[in-house]
């Protein structure tokens, strides 16, 4: 059976807002300290207004609309400015019909009016106010500056607030019949200027909803409910960004299978006592530690090789820096990422000593440690280093160590992403078929289940429009053999007349999504034998994705595979798989080290606000953070070139509880970027409080839920 290649998506940055109106070059620019001119276009049908100190608005307004030469128009806008009363921005009812500011100016009720000007490249407004900011040159004598004031056609404004950097504050003489513009470039060419700029009131773009190309995907910072998934279910990143994006003196450790340390999308430490000179500068027994330390190997370079790019997606999570040099954003962007490698080249394994040295090393040059893997027994000394590190490190005040809880609560989707089938050489109508072949063995539960099928569009992510739009089963009625049911699928074969069909079923069904029913295969009792659900035909051009959440927990020798049929003739194409064998273990108890009681302990939820199917929560959990288990995944960073899962510089198909554990560490360097003072234990109490009580659950009267901690 042939596998079909999966395919990239392809992803475009954000579209630019329209300002109003049809911006026009009119000439408009001021200059820059070098002399280099910056171009404004003009937008035509819109105007921004003062009126006349002590007039009533709605007055003003009124005088203007009862103007014959002055088109119909509406106020769009406003920008205030405390006691300044600030501007109306008045645009033209039919758009593109030009509204002049002359012709506003020469109201009565009027003080200033100017054309809306845009910036070309931002396409954000910029309104040109009567006042000019010049900064003179050191050592201007006072009456120097008096007279290039008056040449100019401005005054000095007598309330104008002080800085420390010597601006002065001007404002136009005759604001009805002069154009800062123009005045702020005369005063410039003046030999005792610095610079001279208009005083514009600007329209700002809060960078809090950042160009990430992927940003749209990101739906564990800001969910508004797309592609099925419940509007609100995230951390409300933009409006912890209108506070803070992160500060550059907070630093998050990655203690994973490394960080690639080239990526251009993550803000890599530096060691300030370190140079790469040969030389132990610091005296901690490292050389070279200039980014980190791979205590796996025992060098300088903790970079991920191979396929290893656990550790680059968490960084992503924690970090991703905004723009477009990196496709993911991360939680605290202006936050800075300490790659500790404590994996080795497998990306496997590692050893007591490796990682307790490596949470000691993250506690003396980090802020927050963030560990999204764990395994195997206590151990003391690893207890002792993150001891270490929440008691004594960032001098005293305690580092937070957030540990995953692990992704064995269940056997769906063990903390991956879904399963993701690329159309790619595929065009026209087919059906899929989800084929369960048995082996000579048993092994789990012997069962394949599916949940959540859905087709993503071209970008990878988009739920598209067809008859398989969001299938979650909930509504099927039954899975009869040879018969179309109500919901379109259908039981095409098996192996034998008396073997059952697929059934949808509440045993261990998918619930992250809030549903309680999955369709699964029926049971099979010989070697062979082989039993497949079909859905309904749907169209596809070879760009899209099928995706569908997945249960296997069959044996080694058994097959599970995905198979293509043409849609009209009904003859076999190929298939996707095969996929195999069973969950080394499903137990929901808080895995180790997440268990120790200093570490903070975070589960995963899905894009419904509900746990994870697969996230542990039997023990010490302290909370859960957005992950996937829903309908979506979680995007981040992938190692540049070719280290790491993908060929590309992003991942789509990121999750776990390992997602949502850097997910809170970024949010602690948030909390320490705006308060550094905090300690450890003020944290993790801040954080218990703010949780949302998320779930459908009742909390108990301390603040819990065993399968949510404090929400």
Known sequence: MADFAKKPGSFAALPIREAPGAPVDAGDFY?????????????????????????????????????????????????????????????????????????????????????VLVDPKTKLRMIPTDEVLVRFRDGTTPQAMVNAIARSGLQIVPDAKKNKVPVVHLRLRRPKTSDPLVAARTLATMKDVTWAQPNFVREIRHYFTPSNSLFPHQ????????????????????????????????????????????????????????????????????????????????????????????????????????????????????????????????????????????????????????????????????????????????????????????????????????????????????????????????GGEDTVRIDNLCILDADGYTHKTTSLLDEDFETAIGLDPFLITTSGWWQYLTSDFNIPNWTVTNTNALTGTGGAWSAASPPLFSPGDYSVLVTPPFEVTGEETVAFAGSISIADDSEFYVIVFDGITGSFLGAYGPWNGAPDYVDATVGYPASNAQAIAVGAATDRDLRSDYSQYLGHLDFIAPSNGGWNDIATLDPVGDVGWTGEDYKLNFGGTSAATPLAAGIAALMLSRNPDLTAEEIRTIMHKTCDKVGGVTYAQDGTHPMYGYG
Request: with cysteine; hydrophobic share 35%.
């Open 219 to 442: 739906q564990s910072l800001l969910n508004t409910g797309q592609n099925g998934a419940l509007a609100g279910a995230h951390v409300d990143a933009v409006h912890a960004w209108d506070k803070t994006t992160g500060n550059s003196s907070v630093v998050v450790a990655i203690i994973d299978d490394g960080v690639d340390i080239t990526h251009p999308g993550l803000h890599i430490y530096t060691n300030p006592a370190e140079t790469s000179n040969g030389v132990d500068d610091d005296n901690n027994g490292l050389v070279d530690d200039v980014h980190g330390w791979d205590f796996a190997d025992g060098d300088n370079n903790p970079s991920p090789v191979g396929f290893n790019g656990h550790g680059t997606g968490t960084a992503g999570i924690a970090g991703g820096t905004f723009g477009s040099l990196a496709q993911a954003a991360g939680i605290a962007p202006g936050s800075t990422i300490l790659p500790v490698k404590i994996a080795d080249d497998t990306g496997e394994f590692s050893s007591d000593d490796v990682i307790g040295s490596a949470i000691i090393y993250a506690a003396d040059h980090a802020d927050i440690l963030s560990n999204s893997w764990g395994g195997g027994g206590q151990s003391p000394y690893i207890d002792d280093a993150i001891n270490y590190a929440v008691l004594l490190g960032r001098g005293g005040k305690g580092c937070p160590v957030f540990f995953a809880t692990g992704n064995s609560a269940s056997t769906w989707y063990s903390g991956g992403g879904r399963f993701r089938l690329s159309t790619q050489s595929l065009s026209g109508p087919y059906y899929y078929g989800f084929y369960y072949r048995k082996g000579e063995h048993s």
């Open 31 to 115: 200059t820059l300290p070098d002399g280099n001119k910056v171009p404004l276009l003009r937008s035509k049908d819109s105007v921004a207004v003062r009126f006349a100190p002590g007039v009533q608005e709605a007055k003003a307004m009124g005088s203007l609309k009862s103007r014959r030469n002055l088109p119909a128009h509406e106020e769009t806008d406003r920008a205030t400015f405390g006691k300044k009363g600030g501007f109306h921005l008045l645009r033209s009812r039919r758009k593109g019909t030009p509204l002049d500011a002359k012709t506003v100016q020469s109201d009565a009720l009027v003080a200033y009016a100017h054309p």
